[in-house]
């Protein structure tokens, strides 16, 4: 047998070879310090750098985008074709925070044909593992078939790339619904890996660092069905949640369907708190808007500008739109309020900064009985203005407690400069007026006042005539003489959907309460009340 062995270069001497090692180890302190520095800097010395100094850069430049981001990674792999968009980069920075070892729960819901899970459920995952080869990750998506097109799509770049990226799969496991990673060098096989199931399905196996739900609902007859509805939130609780590994993180990436989807129930959640959520409506129509848009700046105006999404408007109908586009689901209509009295008179900020009130108003409708907590308070804020025209202008509703509420009410005054405050007296008797108070007194000493005078507190008592009130006021919308300044998607959906002789829902109560303080009382076909104190007259 012959054994091959290497000759050494006769022309080759030590000292040469220990230049190369000098040259060498130079070379790799360059690139660690290069590497430190920031982007202009690093861009003065490519320019003055050595032809070949700058192509060994160049490299590097490669190297550190592939690492940045899944976006900039992206970008290398595909050659440019993949592209970039800032509420795609917002889901970068999400995926970047976890990378860096926090854990988040995180809830984004956006448009259709927006690229979301092309980047949260492809490459957002792979640049992951590439950052963290020693972990797992699941996706979950309506159907195992999705799920599994995103595993097998994952996969198969690593296949293509993996070189480049430092990832490799173990020779036996490279199934699309489930493959381990490996060391390139060695092939051993690492902890990380991927695994992916439909809803409802099973996530048997390890536990997963960071778990990706996309598009849990496949259509609006899913949406619809309380059944399926009930079915995605069993699966929810009982199987994704147990399956996260403690420090792990969540991420749920969804187009709106119906106002109790998934991220409905999470919004609603007692961990609610606990959660980011990034709306982001093919249209702004807020002044916080995560991106930082102003209002009517549509999310992705090289691909969907205003004139295109005006079509798709046309083309789908207002539900769809409210749901799937702006992320507002509405529930189907009633009986008392219809949906066109609503959206025919809303009111956009900039219009409304040509208003005038004279009267501003906030109502409360608290929650009663010994467990408040976790009921919801009706808490919204409204105007009159010189033309007897009413306006809602906030709703602030939400789970509060006795000893949350009546601050919520005073800040929310503060806030509108509100000369009254409605509550509703059936429960606890002059409980609830004496909360407020003692709240504003709080406020006060804290100087969150700022010297107002406390507005008048007025008890109504509301549920002897629940009718009484509500449609005269619904009578008010369908004449026109009711603007929503923005949108309240839950205040809108219970008002569309609220039958007389059901239970009326506080965010109702509240809006009902206050137009009907700032409608005059002396209209008796409104069905107020004449305040014995003639608090109306002479207002300002």
């Known amino acids: 047998m012959t054994t091959a062995t290497t000759t050494p270069d006769p022309h080759t001497r030590p000292e040469d070879d220990a230049e190369v090692v000098r040259e060498a180890e130079e070379l790799l302190q360059v690139v660690a310090q290069y590497r430190r ?48 968009a800032p509420h795609l980069d917002l889901i970068d920075r999400v995926f970047r925070d976890i990378a860096r070892g926090h854990s988040r729960k995180v809830l984004i819901t956006m448009p259709p044909r927006h690229g979301k899970s092309r980047r949260a459920a492809r490459w957002a995952p792979l640049w992951y593992l590439s950052r963290h080869p020693d972990h797992r990750v699941m996706i979950a998506s309506y159907s195992a078939d999705l799920a599994d097109d995103h595993g097998r799509w994952i996969r198969d770049a690593i296949v293509s790339y993996g070189q480049q990226i430092g990832l490799a799969l173990h020779s036996g496991s490279k199934a699309a619904n489930r493959f381990d990673l490996a060391d390139p060098e060695t092939g051993d096989r ?39 509805r009930r079915r995605l939130w069993d699966w929810w609780t009982s199987v994704l ?62 691909r969907y500008g205003r004139k295109a999404l005006e079509k798709i408007r046309r083309a789908v109908g207002e539900r769809v739109w409210w749901s799937l586009y702006m992320q507002k689901p509405r529930p189907l209509e009633g009986g008392v309020w219809k949906w066109p009295w609503i959206t025919e008179h809303r009111i956009s900020p900039m219009a409304f900064r040509g208003v005038d009130l004279i009267r501003t108003v906030v109502a409360v409708d608290h929650a009663g009985g010994s467990d408040d907590v976790n009921d919801e308070v009706g808490l919204c804020a409204a105007g009159r203005d010189r033309d007897s025209a009413l306006y809602i202008l906030a709703d602030r509703s939400g789970r509060m ?140």
Request: net charge negative.
């Open 37 to 84: 520095l920031n982007r202009s800097q690093r861009r003065r010395i490519a320019q003055a750098a050595s032809p070949d100094l700058r192509r060994v850069l160049a490299q590097v430049e490669r190297d550190m985008a592939i690492k940045r981001s899944p976006g900039a990674m992206s970008a290398i792999l595909t050659d440019g074709k993949e592209k970039q």
């Open 190 to 228: 690492l902890e990380g890996g991927l695994v992916t199931a439909g809803v409802g399905g099973g996530l048997t196996g390890k536990g997963a660092h960071l778990a990706i739900v996309d598009d849990p609902i496949k259509d609006a007859a899913d949406a619809e069905s309380p059944t399926m």
């Open 401 to 540: 407690g006795a000893d949350t509420w009546g601050h919520e009410t005073c800040r929310l005054a503060i806030e509108y400069q509100a000369d009254a405050i409605v509550v509703e007296a059936n429960f606890g008797g002059d409980m609830a007026q004496q909360l407020v108070r003692q709240a504003w007194k709080d406020l006060a000493e804290r100087g969150e006042t700022k010297g107002m005078l406390m507005p008048a507190i007025i008890e109504v008592h509301a549920k002897k005539g629940k009718r009484l009130r509500a449609e005269p006021v619904a009578q008010l919308y369908s004449q026109g003489q009711v603007h929503h300044l923005g949108e309240f998607p839950r205040l809108e959906g219970q008002m569309v959907t609220w039958l007389p002789g059901m239970d009326s829902p506080d965010r109702m109560d509240a809006a009902v309460h206050a137009l009907t303080e700032l409608a005059d009382p002396a209209q008796q076909g409104l069905g107020t009340q004449h305040y014995s104190d003639q608090r109306l007259r002479g207002r300002r």
């Open 241 to 302: 949640n147990t399956r996260v590994e403690p420090g792990g993180s969540i991420i749920v990436i969804q187009t709106r369907w119906h106002e109790q989807d998934l991220a409905g129930k999470i919004l609603e959640g007692e961990d609610a708190d606990d959660w980011i959520s990034l709306d982001l409506p093919a249209v702004c129509d807020t002044e916080d808007d995560p991106l930082g848009r102003t209002v009517g700046e549509a999310l992705w105006p090289l």
